[in-house]
C-alpha cells in the first residue's frame, strides 16, 4: 500500500486507489499551488516622495 505525507503534517493518508504508482522517495518531490497573493517581506519604510527608500523593499509571491 502507497501513502500520501502531507507537508507540515505528522500523518499520512493512505493511498488505495488502483494505478498509484511510488515518487521515488519517502518524501518525494510537491509542487505549489498557483501564485495567489504577493506580501512584503521587508516592509517600505517612510519616505518622501520621490526620494529613494533607504532600505530596500522585498516581496515575496505565495500560494494558498
Excluded: Y
Excluded at 509542487?31 to 516622495?49: C, D, E, R, S
Aim: aromatic share 4%.
Amino acid at each position: 500500500m502507497r501513502s500520501i505525507r502531507l507537508r507540515h503534517t505528522l500523518w499520512t493518508l493512505p493511498a488505495l486507489a488502483a494505478g498509484i504508482v511510488g515518487c521515488g522517495g519517502e518524501t518525494g518531490p510537491t509542487q505549489p499551488a498557483a501564485p495567489t497573493k504577493l506580501v512584503f517581506t521587508v516592509q517600505p519604510t517612510n519616505a518622501t516622495a520621490g526620494v529613494a527608500i533607504a532600505s530596500a523593499v522585498q516581496v515575496a509571491i505565495q500560494d494558498a
